[in-house]
């Protein structure tokens, strides 16, 4: 049973059945050894050296393996079980007098895999099926089963319509390259799963025993010839004593009168003496052998922890596979390459130097631009852990923070509201690590100098106060950054990584197309993960042209196959470069082209070269992406880089293609005006409610159209703004916008952007970017390099404090993605389990949990308060609603902890709800039913003061102002305010009556009494723009400060059309940051001080009714 497990699963198991056995008193070993009692020492051995890890997991997984009743099914994702099977059964094969290659190795959807199984069957030789998916062939399941008929002597069994002989000899292996199956229960009943991934130490002793070949040759021959002689040994000894028990067993008379017994006797004691004295020998030796190894073990632990690193990063992205063997490849690459020294510490030092910068850039290579950093600030944490600089509750804090903290449960905030509530709970939880125990009191003390160090731009350059700057170190600087500000958290993040790893690992490694051609091979293909906006073919063209080699591409897609398959045979004879495009879109002919490449028919050229471009998919083979030589080619960040990229694209013809003065002017422009839509997209809801997937070819298109309209316009009466701005804001770019609100954005670039003034040399998008008088395309080039390496987000008509929102969404998907990838079966701090930490999180929820609603006593009060007016039936819909959360966390809670107390299963959904409260999430369950929230602890607390108002309500009347954020259907209520109001006037119909607002500059605990009509609505805050209490209008909004709290805004109902004011900005209210049709509610208008409305637009500003 123990064979889906790993090492911990397998211990815990093993306990449960002996404390089963002491309850029941069954008799049973103590200190039992399964190990030693299931196989014996040599054979063990005899597995070791054909290439079974020494580790303890491994020698159980091959027991499993050989003893098992069941065909084994492997979970081997290096390949490491696959290898062993090999060389055993080839070891098996030679000992019974048969060739190695009797072993048949097929896949499942091999073009002879049926003649494969039915030959291996009727002639009684091993079979192995490699990398099955998640389901098998029917045709096995009678094999499987084992059900066989037996006829004569022989046994007889049924595959598909045939009736064959099972012959001795036959066994059956099956292999998946799959990390983590989910198998039917059917395939787990006939088949024994076991787990052969590498484990960590299984990974540290083939990589130390690597080391000590290369390093101390000798040794290590030494070694493993002593190991063979001991077994060999050890083997005699065993024969020996069989062979005496036999004699002694078997002869007739007077044992005296034996002599052939007594030359046993003599022969065996001669060579147990010989063999005693062997093993003494050889135990010494081993003794000096394993110290002298033991010296070179932090190589091999580094080498360990980049692997499983590599194999964490898969998790992050499907596509991100590395196979062991490449990893060995480079491992013995910087072994080699590394700079030698006499001295043992400086040598490994080298290597381990040389090691990690190998294995870094060759990951970082074929990561997404996104993922860089994360794996370079992962890679730093785990070698930080591993040298005990970082304890693993400082790494929790460091990518949880206070997210699981309840904000009532915690001592309280002072005062001054500058603090927010998130980095409140941030210092809460750091205050548990002994440097931080003091700082809510600290911050409490001192708040003058804490808020002047928060205020700074850069904090992380400034001296902390109360003493922090000098003592602690950069990784304790770094958890005081991320709980204060996280949007400075990734630069203090970088000066951590330089002072760790050193400043290589900060700066980028540029993509060198001719490094990797060379680095290849006819059997490496070279795979390219596409992103948007990003296409390497001309790059691979280019090389091919340079290296004067023919290079053919096929785009993948229906029916392509043919095509693909013909190219690929005809460059494989005869030489040149295949370059197959898309190939997400032909995953059928991917395991075939692995064969074709892996296992060519042909003798291959030379020169022959396969690339591959794909975008990201959960079907693409693994074992196709485990050989290649990965690499992703994204667009450059920023507006030069975007500018430029769309100037080195540009001809001189091009440019010289209109003798019009406008013609320069409008297509810089038109390049400005791609690279800005497209770099908007980094600042989430700020820039594009949704982000739009704007390509080369809207350029393109918005370029021929300019140059079509200046070639039909009248010079005289010069350029048709209006059909300009059209065909680019509402098609050309506009075509791809579905969100109203985006196309205003769109709409105002044009109309600020495309006008007579843009031809003036005053003219300017923003200052230091304004449009070139050049004549050639090389001195556009020269003007482009002149622009500003980083960007402000004014340049995209955003304020500056939209880049603390972008910094701070960047690290909030780099440490929740961290979350995501962690292990789940580790313990909590202080050696608490996960299920003890959400067992009493459980209790801790179900003990403020609101008590249910009791459906008389609301329908009795809403009688009372009039049944059919409509702000009532609101009323009814939501606490109906509510209901239906309080109901549902309840029950998940309550079976949360039965199951966690082992009283009833865990199921699937609870398993979910258990890691999902574990990581300070909200359940799926939950959320599906209820709203949106970061954390589990904002999450609650809504719930509760959300409940609090609704049963205000329905229990003493109507409130005088609502928190609209409270409500499920925020555009309900509304609807139903209106409603009440056009009842209130005969003759007003409500599709023609309109909202309308008015500011006031209360509080909500300044209003006393209900509005003559309509509604008092607070807690809407205002993103992208500060709030003029004063005279009632937009402004500016101060540094740092993201989001303004409204006072409380009056909202009624008006029978007339409403009319455009350009003094008012139009607003929209939305229920989450997250801007969708989805979440908005309503428009409302706000006055400003600006000309027009366009400043503000630009700016995305929006009225929120929740910030976190």
């Known amino acids: 049973y123990c064979g889906p497990f790993n090492q911990e699963y397998r211990k815990l198991l093993i306990k449960n059945w002996q404390k089963e056995n002491k309850s029941r008193g069954i008799p049973f070993t103590f200190n039992l050894d399964l190990i030693s009692m299931l196989a014996e020492k040599t054979t063990i051995a005899e597995w070791n050296l054909q290439g079974l890890p020494s580790d303890e997991l491994s020698i159980q997984n091959g027991i499993i393996c050989t003893k098992s009743t069941r065909y084994p099914l492997i979970i081997d994702p290096q390949g490491q079980g696959k290898i062993w099977i090999k060389n055993r059964e080839a070891a098996i094969l030679t000992s019974e007098g048969k060739s190695p290659k009797d072993l048949s190795v097929t896949t499942l959807n091999h073009k002879y895999f049926r003649n494969h199984l039915e030959d291996c069957l009727s002639q009684g030789r091993p079979l192995m099926i490699e990398d099955i998916a998640e389901e098998l062939d029917p045709v096995l399941d009678n094999v499987l089963e084992k059900n066989f008929i037996k006829s004569g002597k022989t046994l007889k069994v049924k595959v598909g319509d045939k009736e064959l002989d099972v012959m001795k000899g036959f066994r059956l292996y099956i292999t998946t390259k799959l990390a983590n199956p989910a198998y039917t229960p059917e395939i787990s009943a006939r088949t024994s799963i076991i787990d052969f991934t590498v484990t960590i130490k299984g990974l540290e002793d083939q990589l130390l025993g690597i080391v000590i070949l290369t390093e101390k040759g000798e040794l290590e021959k030494e070694r493993t010839s002593l190991i063979e002689d001991v077994t060999a040994n050890k083997r005699k000894m065993d024969e020996l004593e069989e062979n005496l028990l036999y004699k002694l067993t078997s002869i007739q008379g007077s044992l005296v009168d034996d002599e052939s017994l007594i030359e046993v006797l003599n022969v065996t004691k001669i060579t147990s003496e010989e063999v005693k004295q062997k093993l003494v020998t050889a135990g010494e030796t081993e003794v000096k052998i394993n110290s002298a190894r033991e010296e070179f073990r932090p190589v091999a632990t580094r080498g360990s922890i980049l692997y499983f690193l590599i194999v964490e990063m898969s998790y992050v992205n499907v596509m991100y596979q590395t196979s062991i063997r490449q990893f060995l490849a480079l491992f013995d690459d910087s072994m080699e390459k590394s700079e030698k020294s006499p001295i043992t510490t400086k040598r490994i030092n080298n290597i381990i130097d040389y090691l990690t910068y190998a294995v870094w850039r060759y990951q970082v290579r074929g990561l997404y631009e996104e993922h860089k950093f994360l794996y370079t600030l992962l890679l730093t944490l785990k070698i930080s852990l591993q040298n005990n600089r970082i304890k693993p509750n400082e790494f929790m804090t460091f990518i949880k923070g206070g997210a699981a903290l309840d904000l009532k449960a915690c001592p309280p905030k002072p005062k001054n509201n500058w603090i927010s509530d998130m980095t409140w709970l941030n210092l809460v939880e750091l205050s548990k690590i002994p440097q931080f125990g003091d700082i809510l009191n600290q911050v409490s003390r001192n708040e003058k100098a804490w808020k002047q160090w928060y205020d700074k731009e850069a904090p992380e350059e400034t001296p902390i106060p109360d003493g922090y700057d000098n003592a602690i170190d950069v990784f304790k600087k770094l958890l005081l950054v991320r709980s204060w500000c996280p949007d400075r958290t990734l630069a203090q993040a970088r000066k951590f990584i330089v002072e760790a790893l050193g400043q290589k690992y900060v700066d980028g490694v540029i993509l060198d197309f001719q490094e990797m051609w060379m680095e290849s091979d006819i059997n490496t293909p070279l795979i390219c993960f ?389 990581d300070a999430k909200v359940p799926p369950t939950w959320s599906k039913i209820s709203w949106d929230s970061s954390t589990i602890g904002f999450w609650f607390t809504d719930l509760l003061e959300r409940n609090t108002q609704f049963r205000a309500w329905c229990f003493h009347g109507r409130p005088h102002v609502f928190w609209m954020t409270g409500f499920f259907n925020p555009q309900g209520f509304l609807t139903a305010m209106r409603q009440e109001v056009t009842r209130a006037h005969k003759g007003w119909a409500l599709d023609q009556v309109v909202l309308n607002n008015e500011m006031t500059r209360y509080g909500k605990d300044d209003i006393t009494a209900p509005p003559p009509e309509g509604v008092y609505v607070h807690g809407l805050f205002l993103d992208g723009a500060g709030w003029d209490r004063r005279n009632s209008r937009l402004i500016e909004p101060p540094a740092k400060v993201l989001s303004t709290p409204l006072p409380v805004i009056r909202i009624f109902a008006e029978n007339q059309v409403a009319v455009y004011d350009p003094k008012m900005y139009r607003c929209p209210i939305y229920k989450k940051p997250r801007r969708t049709d989805l979440t908005f509610i309503a428009t409302v208008n706000l006055k400003h001080n600006s000309q027009n409305e366009n400043k503000w637009i630009m700016r995305g500003v929006a009225l929120l009714c929740d910030i976190k």
Request: with cysteine.
């Open 530 to 918: 596409l992103s948007m906006g990003s296409d390497p073919t001309g790059l691979i063209e280019g090389l091919a042209k340079k290296l004067k080699v023919d290079c053919r591409a096929i785009s993948m897609g229906q029916g392509q196959e043919v095509h693909a398959r013909r190219l690929l045979s005809q460059c494989m004879t005869q030489g040149g470069w295949v370059l197959l495009q898309n190939c997400h879109l032909g995953l059928n002919f991917m395991d075939e082209l692995l064969m074709t490449v892996t296992e060519p028919a042909v003798t291959v050229h030379d020169s022959f070269r396969l690339w591959i471009t794909t975008e990201v998919h959960p079907l693409f083979p693994i074992n196709l992406l485990q050989i290649g030589i990965k690499y992703t080619n994204e667009p450059p960040q920023g507006v030069k880089a975007g500018v430029k990229r769309t100037y080195s694209g540009i001809t001189q013809d091009q440019l010289d293609i209109s003798n019009m003065p406008q013609w320069k002017p409008m297509l810089y422009t038109v390049a400005m005006l791609h690279t800005v839509v497209q770099e908007r997209r980094k600042f989430g809801p700020l820039g594009w409610n949704i982000p739009y997937e704007f390509n080369q070819a809207d350029l393109t298109a918005s370029i021929q159209f300019i140059q079509n309209h200046l070639d039909d316009i009248d010079p005289r009466h010069g350029v048709n703004w209006s059909t300009v701005r059209y065909m680019i804001g509402e098609v050309q770019y506009g075509g791809r916008v579905t969100d109203d609100f985006d196309k205003r954005l769109l709409i105002t670039f044009c109309i600020e952007w495309f006008r007579d003034e843009m031809f003036q040399s005053s003219f300017r998008f923003y200052d230091k970017y304004e449009i070139p008088s050049c004549k050639t395309i090389q001195q556009h080039l020269d003007f482009i390099e002149k622009l500003p390496p980083v960007d402000t987000p004014e340049v995209f008509g955003l304020h500056t404090n939209a880049n603390i929102t972008y910094q701070s969404k960047t690290t909030k998907d780099i440490l929740d993605t961290i979350l995501n990838i962690q292990p789940k079966e580790s313990s909590g701090v202080m050696g608490e389990t996960r299920e003890s930490i959400v067992l009493r999180m459980a209790e801790d929820m179900l003990s403020k949990l609101p008590e249910d609603y009791i459906p008389h006593q609301v329908k009795e009060r809403i009688n009372e308060m009039g049944a059919l007016s409509s702000m009532n039936i609101f009323l009814k819909q939501e606490i109906d609603r509510m209901q239906r959360v309080i109901t549902c966390v309840r029950g998940t809670l309550t079976d949360l902890k039965l199951a966690i107390e082992g009283t009833i299963i865990m199921s699937e959904k609870l398993r979910e709800a258990l890691d999902y409260i574990y």
